[in-house]
């Protein structure tokens, strides 16, 4: 039987076997919009979130090591290292035996893991640039403590304003306060390093 080229095209080659699929069917609405099948109407969520933490930490043996002619530059590395790590600074602030930051934290991030990259990082900063007379290096153990959105101006406040509350309290009164406000339980022999005599 002589075969039509169309149907020449179509035979099988031999121990091969074809089978012709019919094309998927789109279903239309009334005004000609196609409608995908569930499966293609998969969407991914985005993420919206709002943690703002104020970290405490301090210098190693409570040592005034923290000078006015330097922290400025202390301050700006310290706000690179946060940034690099994708959190957002909203106010940053030291006294010459500890520091305050306050940051918008990104919710994917281990707080511990910033923490230990920022003294890590900063203590090099400091002996390897700013060189000190003394060897610098931060304590271990830190505080951070939770805020609400409206309460960001306020904590921003505070911390900028370090110099003038501690004219009034020290940093074992500033910091123990703020244990007690947040209910943290603590034994205050493993806090900080505090001096036998404080200096405000």
């Given amino acids: 039987m002589k075969l039509h080229r169309r149907d020449a095209l179509m035979r099988p080659r031999r121990g091969r076997m074809f089978v012709k699929l019919k094309p998927k069917k789109q279903t239309s609405n009334s005004v000609g919009v196609v409608r995908r099948t569930p499966s293609e109407n998969i969407t991914m969520a985005n993420t919206y979130t709002q943690i703002y933490i104020h970290i405490v930490y301090a210098v190693k043996h409570r040592d005034m090591l923290i000078a006015p002619s330097w922290k400025v530059r202390l301050h700006k590395y310290t706000t690179g290292i946060i940034h690099n790590q994708g959190h957002k600074l909203i106010a940053i602030n030291s006294r010459p035996d500890h520091a305050h930051v306050f940051i918008g934290m990104k919710p994917d991030a281990k707080l511990s893991d910033l923490v230990r990259e920022i003294r890590r ?32 101006d306020s904590v921003a406040k505070y911390i900028l304003n370090q110099e003038e509350h501690h004219r009034r309290r020290t940093f074992k009164e500033e910091y123990e306060a703020m244990l007690r406000e947040f209910a943290v339980e603590y034994d205050g022999r493993y806090v900080f390093d505090w001096l036998d005599s404080e200096t405000r």
């Fill in 121 to 152: 990082d900063s203590t090099n900063f400091v002996n390897q640039e700013i060189k000190p007379q003394r060897r610098f290096a931060w304590q271990e153990g830190f505080g951070a403590f939770s805020y609400s959105h409206s309460q960001i």
